[in-house]
């Protein structure tokens, strides 16, 4: 018998192991993986044992444990497909263009995202951008959500006042959430769709960083029909006191006790998510150097110190996690500061410029470096234009894991697209296009960027989130691991896609 997406698994047939687990077989001749109850019980020569159960045969593919994206902004990523993009807008003139030929959507807004606008010729004003849309309420998401460019009118039904239209940091997140909040049923739909796309890359996890009370949410999407894959929901700084008088700890399972079946476990209780600093493309990562268009800027500390190292102290007292977003080099120095003064466990998420005297605290502490090594060759321009001053190590791997630091790899989707393999590649190889690897001495091998993007392993024992891959991932090419063939995904035993 062949599997149906959906059917619960108990042998995957004749594959070749590939991550994880590779070390305990004596050869590369095919084996089959029997699982039972959501774990893998066995592993044995192909066909030496009868097959149990719904049969998926492998047909000589390559097995990997399920993949995780570590850091996703969930309802902002499902609902990029119905936004206008503008990542190759080259100028502000053009997105302004861009714009004012967008579709709106229903709620009568235009809604562009994707904008890079660091390396621009021209700036963003509200003038040329209400010359350009007029009376309809126009909104453009920078790349890295870290600003937005607003026309008056949409000025005006946000409340919100700009001269030059454009919101920085906690003001352009509060536009952000109320767009992703504006239909809840909608957003959940759309959730629904992108999992299942997610799946067909291999994906079993990932960790949400929406900014909104997912501790609803995600039950809520459970008990209508989701099970495309694992979950790990943050909570903000705003919401502190609500989980922690919800008695929600890190790590804890987190549903509702009707869940469907195929949801059950799926969704558990992430760490508490705290943005320390800015970002590169809109200038405001916090640098121990000025940024050389303006010898007065170094960024901005968004959280002052003393409160950054209260929030991880009370979030530690009531059983939470932490994550910590610090992109700058002064920005991660304040965070493993709070991490050393108040025994906090957990990530600093970004780490894209790192002082060398920071790496081997990093070790020290037992913090984990959770980076996305796509933004390394998005913004590999950027880096060297308004990080040219910087002494500090941009956008480490190799020497974060050689100082004994723990990695684990996300896309920040919608930042850069959610595909694990594109994580992979860009660790690997160092470069997504014609040019020479940028930065070649932090790329990673194969098997140490595979061990950043999983939680498990296939040995017997193990939860059975399995990919099966249409080549051998260990001999591939940046290329070949980027659009890596997924030919079916498990989770915990249950077909979620099949190519």
Not at 279 to 301: E, F, I, K
Not at 329 to 352: M, Y
Not at 373 to 393: C, E
Request: hydrophobic share 45%; with cysteine.
């Amino acid at each position: 018998m062949s599997a149906a997406v959906g059917e619960v698994v108990g042998t995957v047939a004749s594959v070749r192991i590939a991550g994880p687990g590779r070390e305990f077989l004596i050869d590369e001749e095919p084996v089959d993986v029997f699982l039972d109850d959501g774990r893998i019980v066995d592993i044995a020569p192909a066909g030496a044992v009868p097959a149990r159960g719904e049969v998926l045969d492998g047909d000589g593919a390559w097995v990997v444990p399920g993949l995780w994206d570590n850091h996703v902004h969930t309802v902002q990523w499902a609902l990029e497909s119905q936004r206008t993009p503008l990542g190759e807008a080259s100028s502000a003139a053009e997105a302004a263009r861009i714009m004012s030929q967008a579709a709106p959507l229903p709620d009568g807004r235009r809604v562009g995202s994707g904008f890079r606008d660091a390396l621009w010729p021209d700036q963003p004003t509200l003038a040329l951008l209400d010359a350009a849309t007029g009376v309809v309420p126009t909104y453009l998401i920078n790349a890295d959500v870290h600003s937005t460019w607003l026309n008056s009118a949409a000025l005006r039904r946000e409340g919100f006042d700009a001269v030059d239209g454009v919101l920085r940091e906690a003001d352009a997140f509060e536009i952000s959430r109320r767009l992703n909040a504006a239909d809840p049923a909608h957003g959940d739909r759309t959730v629904a769709a992108a999992g299942v796309q997610a799946a067909a890359r291999g994906l079993t996890g990932l960790v949400d960083f929406d900014m909104a009370w997912n501790a609803d949410a995600w039950p809520r999407r459970v008990m209508a029909g989701f099970a495309a894959h694992r979950v790990e929901f943050a909570v903000y700084p705003f919401d502190l006191d609500r989980a922690i008088g919800a008695g929600l700890r890190t790590g804890e399972t987190h549903e509702l006790a009707d869940a469907p079946e195929a949801g059950r476990g799926l969704v558990h209780v992430g760490p508490l998510k705290i943005i320390s600093d800015g970002s590169l493309g809109t200038r405001t990562a916090a640098c121990s150097h000025a940024y050389p268009d303006d010898p007065a800027n170094y960024g901005v500390l968004t959280v002052p110190p003393a409160e950054l190292t209260e929030l991880l102290t009370t979030a530690t007292g009531a059983g939470l996690g932490v994550a910590v977003h610090a992109i700058g080099d002064r920005a991660v120095t304040a965070a493993l500061d709070a991490f050393t003064a108040s025994g906090a466990v957990g990530t600093i998420e970004h780490a894209q410029l790192v002082r060398h005297a920071d790496l081997a605290r990093f070790g020290r502490l037992g913090v984990t470096a959770s980076v996305q090594p796509q933004h390394a060759l998005d913004d590999r321009d950027i880096v060297g234009t308004h990080w040219s001053s910087q002494t500090s190590i941009g956008y480490p791997l190799r020497a974060l894991r050689d100082a004994g630091v723990e990695l684990r790899f996300g896309s920040d989707a919608p930042v850069a697209p959610l595909d694990p393999w594109q994580a992979i590649s860009a660790a690997v190889a160092r470069t997504d296009d014609e040019r020479a690897p940028w930065h070649p001495e932090e790329a990673l091998r194969f098997d140490e960027a595979l061990g950043a993007s999983v939680r498990s392993s296939t040995r017997p024992g193990e939860v059975a989130d399995l990919v099966l891959c249409g080549a051998d991932p260990r001999s591939a090419d940046g290329t070949t691991l980027r659009r890596m063939p997924v030919v079916a995904t498990l989770l915990g035993g249950r077909l979620t896609h099949r190519g």
